[in-house]
Structure formats: C-alpha cells, structure tokens
C-alpha cells in the first residue's frame, strides 16, 4: 500500500499525535472490513504514532470475540499473514467498550476507560470518534460526547475530532438541522463527515491529473469538450439493506454524495493551494453554480428480475423487507448544466444504480469533433469518432485517451484506438481500501477530502427538488428495467433527445 509517497518511502511528518481511535458502533460490518484492515495498513507503513489505541464501542457484549472478529477482519483485507509480529503489537491496542448510546453513566464510565489507556498508553486525550451508526444516533452521541466533556481539550494541543458517516441528512431541512445540532458541540474544524470516494486514490487523481500536468488544463472547458459522463453502476443488489434502502433510494444513497464529488472534482477551478478551505471552496462554487435540474431531465428507475454475471436474481420488490409495491428508485439517470464560465452549454450527464450489467465507475470526458471535411473523399468518414478520456475510479484502475488512427494500407482509413495507463501496472496492486488516508487525515486534523457543512447544503439544495417533484409523480413503470441491464430504455433517451448515446463501457 503506498498513502501519497514514492514506493518505499515513509513521509513522516505524516504521522499524527499520540490518539486513541473511539468507533462507535464497532459491531457493524464496517469496522471488521474496512476501518479496522485500514488502521492496520496505516500501522504497516509506519504512520500511526507508537502510543495509539483503538476502543471498539457498541451496545452489544461482543467483548470476548471482538479481537478475533477484527483480526479476521484484517486478514480478508489482504497483504498480511496471521504470524505477523506488527499484527500482533497492533492487535494488542485493540479495545472493546459495552454501553448503550443513550446511557449517560455509560458515557462517564467510558470517560474513564479512555483516560485509564491514556495513563497506561501514553495516547495523551488525543481522540478520533468514529460514528459508524445508524444516522439516527449521529446528533444524539455527539450532545452526550459534549455533555460529558468528551469533546473539549483539557490541555494546549490536545484535539478532539469527529468523523460522521453517510448518509449525512435524507433532504435539505434534516441535513440543516443536523449540522446545526452537531455545530452546536463541535467546531466545524473538529468535524469530519466522511465520503468514501474521496478516499479513492482514482478520484484523488482526478485533480493531479488535471492541475498536476500541462496538457490537459487548456483543452478542460466548453470550447473543446462537447459533454461529460459520469457512470458509478454495481452489478449487486441491496444485499440485504432492506429497510435502509426503502427509504434511500439511489439518488440519496450515492448520487447526492459520492457521484456529486466526484462531479466537483472533475469540474473545478484549480485551487489556490491543496488545503481544506481552497479546495472545499472551489468545489462549492461548482455545485452552485449548477443549474436547478428540471425533473424531465431525470430518470428514475428500479429493477425487476433478471440475470447477473450469469446467475438468476430476484426483483427490487421481491428482496428481504421491501414493500412489494416499492416505488424506491435503484437507478437514477440526470443531465446537469453547469452555467458558468468554463462548463456553460456542456451537458454532464451522469447514471447510478444497482443490479446493472456490471460494476463501473467512471467519468467520461467526450471531446468536439474536429472538422472532417478532408476525409470526405474517402470512406474513412464515417468512422472518425471523438476524442474521449476515460478516467476509471473502479475497477481495472486507469486512464485512456481515445483517438483516431490510420490503418495501415493504400487507402486510408481511421480507426479509434486507445492509449493506456494502468494503476496496477505502474505502481502494481495495493491493498488500500480507502480509509486509510481519510483516518489519517482525520487524525492529522486536514479537512481537505471531506465535506463540509456548506457543500452537503449545497448538493441537498440540488437534490432535494428532484425528490419533491418524484413523490408528487409515483412512477407507473416500476420495475422498468432487468437486473442484469443498462437501466430503464427513459437513460437512453435522455441522451438522444441531446443526439447523443452514453459511451459504451
Ligand atoms: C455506499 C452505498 O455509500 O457506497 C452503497 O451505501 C454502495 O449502496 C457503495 O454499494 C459503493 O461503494 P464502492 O466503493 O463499492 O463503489
């Protein structure tokens, strides 16, 4: 795994204070197969500090398997045997906590059990509180934390920080009224509410590729691109998120948040430097700066039953705890107009979903079209396609630019061909998953890829609209597309009316 240094090389001054990592909510799939393997991976490259601890917190007495769940847990993240000794100092720091989260006693008590590791640890009331639960429990933990003076420091430099996950509000007034529960505890540079994508280094890329070189930047605006694709589709299903989902849908579930950083990032101004305020600056004024989206330039859309990768799967309707007569979306479909002086007249045209024919993210950067006039004569003509950049954040991780090629021969005909960088090929495979520069950061204080109240205000304002409008307009169509398909024939025709198709992936 390698977190923003050559192979080998260990950026130091990267590592963060002594701490202790708090997880509430530690018994949740997330904890075992990503948190846990990513601190691990952090500890293998060296940049956790050497008094550090991590407390799993959560309401059931898991305490006696806890340990053996995690390590499990960091043996499926791959790239360690079980004998490791550098496992095995890291296992040793791995707590468990029992309270309920609404127990004040519970509370106090825990007070006690960080400062008693504090004493024996060295980890000096340095704290990273992990909310990993249920989003109904994310104002309320964080009032106790601050009730029971959990979240204030006791001494200079001692920092208390809190990371909260998706999803952060379901619509604009709980997402307002949220941050105005969480601001009243914490200081907006305490908090952390995290988007795994901007973990992605795929996505983290998309700014080094675009300020980081001298090529691309000139040609990034309406005068040379005709219009953008953003694709973020899994061949899976709700994997047994029932009730989650039923009230999610796709387009709270990735669109508003993951598809919409990635929108960011894809379309800003170069920052004034890589830090938080500058780049979560330039990223606002990309979400406002977007169109309201007319609901005709949406599709919604949910899958029935069908084929993935070959095998038999059941409908949208018929899964484990969804209403048979479900009108949640599992694909959403949208053209945006971002009117400001680069983007202004370039259609972004972006997809999400589930159960879909295979699991892609990418964005597709699809250029103008030269004038073709000099390939009249030939029959060459017809075959002279567009420039197109293909950024893929997952999988097959990499870079292509597409562009027309003589054949070979008397006569001359073009042919689109492709230039290729790979991730796994130049820096070879990594068992990073993500978190772990989100946890360092976190750590470290830095901001930067992670959303801040006015940006999640900003893509709720954008969304919340849609969402009106769809409850006033029950689809009729629903199930409108085969698990195992592109989505609803509606995508499609969303880019015809444009002239246009979605680029085949
Ligand atoms: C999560 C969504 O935020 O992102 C899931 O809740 C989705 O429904 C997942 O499957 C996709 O993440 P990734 O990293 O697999 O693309």
């Not at 106090?108 to 340095?126: P, V």
């Not at 039923?246 to 990735?254: P, Q, S």
Request: hydrophobic residues 40%; contains cysteine; glycine residues 8%.
């Amino acid at each position: 795994m390698q977190i923003g240094a050559e192979p080998g090389v260990k950026r130091q001054e990267r590592v963060p204070d002594p701490c202790i990592v708090v997880i509430f909510g530690a018994s949740g799939d997330l904890t075992k197969r990503k948190l846990l393997p990513a601190l691990y991976h952090l500890e293998q490259e060296g940049l956790l500090p050497e008094q550090f601890a991590v407390v799993g917190v959560a309401r059931r007495d898991i305490s006696a398997r806890f340990g053996a769940d995690m390590k499990d847990g960091i043996l499926k993240g791959g790239g360690v045997e079980a004998d490791d000794p550098v496992l095995k100092k890291f296992m040793d720091r791995v707590k468990y906590f029992t309270t309920n989260f609404d127990d004040d006693a519970g509370y106090e008590k825990l007070k006690g059990f960080l400062a008693g590791i504090d004493d024996k640890l060295g980890t000096k009331g340095n704290r990273l509180f992990y909310l990993a639960v249920a989003p109904e429990y994310f104002a309320d933990i964080t009032d106790r934390l601050g009730k029971h003076e959990m979240t204030t420091s006791k001494a200079p430099g001692q920092w208390m920080h809190v990371i909260i996950e998706k999803p952060f509000g379901t619509d604009l007034r709980s997402a307002r009224e949220l941050n105005d529960a969480i601001n009243r505890v914490l200081h907006e540079d305490q908090i952390f509410r995290i988007d795994h994508y901007l973990g992605k280094e795929t996505v983290q890329n998309i700014l080094v590729f675009r300020f980081g070189n001298g090529i691309f930047e000139p040609i990034w605006n309406r005068n040379f691109i005709d219009h953008v694709e953003i694709t973020a589709i899994e061949s899976i299903g709700i994997e047994g998120r029932g009730p989650f989902y039923e009230k999610a849908g796709a387009l709270r579930d990735v669109v508003q948040n993951h598809v919409m950083e990635v929108l960011s990032f894809v379309a800003m101004e170069p920052p004034d430097s890589f830090d938080a305020s500058s780049v979560r600056a330039e990223k606002l004024k990309v979400w406002k700066a977007i169109d309201p989206i007319e609901v005709e330039d949406t599709v919604r859309g949910q899958y029935g039953p069908g084929r993935v990768n070959g095998e038999k799967v059941i409908g949208y309707r018929e899964e484990d705890r969804v209403d048979p007569e479900s009108n949640t979306e599992t694909f959403v479909a949208m053209k945006l107009q971002i009117e400001n002086w680069r983007w202004a007249g370039v259609p972004i045209y972006v997809r999400a979903g589930k159960r879909l024919a295979k699991r892609v993210t990418e964005v597709t950067v699809v250029f103008k079209q030269p004038p073709l006039h000099m390939f009249k004569s030939s029959d060459a003509r017809t075959q002279v396609q567009p420039n197109v950049l293909k950024i893929r954040i997952q999988p097959d991780e990499g870079i292509s630019l597409m562009f027309g090629a003589k054949v070979p021969g008397p006569t001359t005909n073009v042919m689109p061909v492709e230039m290729h960088f790979s991730y796994a090929e130049s820096f070879g495979m990594s068992n990073a998953n993500g978190y772990e520069r989100l946890l360092l950061d976190a750590m470290l204080g830095d901001g930067t890829l992670f959303a801040h109240r006015s940006g999640v205000e900003a893509t709720w304002a954008l969304m919340t609209p849609i969402l009106e409008e769809w409850a006033k307009r029950p689809p009729h169509d629903f199930p409108n597309y085969e698990a195992g398909s592109w989505g609803p024939a509606a995508s499609d025709a969303l880019l015809l009316k444009d002239r246009r198709k979605w680029f085949k992936l």
